[in-house]
């Protein structure tokens, strides 16, 4: 059972990205997936969470930037960011809960596997 996420790098202010979130050993389909972000030093937080039923949540610091989404036929969630400013640069990570049908805005918690991050840096 494994998470990869990938697709950071370095970009320039206003730059975009798309990280991704595949699965492997498992399946995405029953799953909520949620993406975090922490940088040294502060807490990691929610940024964006998507539902096996499609429903999203977004931080406010994020909407209107970000994007996710899923394929359940590749078993991959993906983060589009758009716009990217400084203040984004932060280790990305995913990580997916099973069978969770509540509220969006606590798709965050509980959550049952994690993936190493991938490192996205905005330079100004």
């Known amino acids: 059972v494994q998470l990869q996420a990938s697709g950071g790098g370095l970009v320039q202010n206003g730059g975009s990205l798309r990280l991704s979130c595949a699965a492997s050993?498992?399946?995405?389909?029953?799953?909520?997936v949620g993406w975090f972000r922490q940088v040294p030093g502060k807490e990691r937080e929610g940024v964006s969470c998507?539902?096996?039923?499609?429903?999203?949540d977004y931080v406010d610091s994020v909407k209107g930037r970000f994007t996710i989404t899923r394929d359940n036929a590749k078993n991959t969630v993906y983060l589009q960011i758009n716009s990217l400013k400084p203040e984004d640069t932060a280790v990305y990570y995913c990580?997916?809960?099973?069978?969770?049908?509540?509220?969006?805005?606590?798709?965050?918690?509980?959550?049952?596997?994690w993936g190493k991050g991938t490192q996205v840096t905005v330079s100004s």
């Open positions: 990580a997916a809960r099973r069978y969770y049908s509540g509220p969006e805005p606590l798709c965050y918690y509980g959550m049952d596997y």
């Open positions: 998507i539902k096996n039923d499609f429903s999203t």
């Open positions: 050993g498992f399946t995405l389909n029953y799953y909520a």
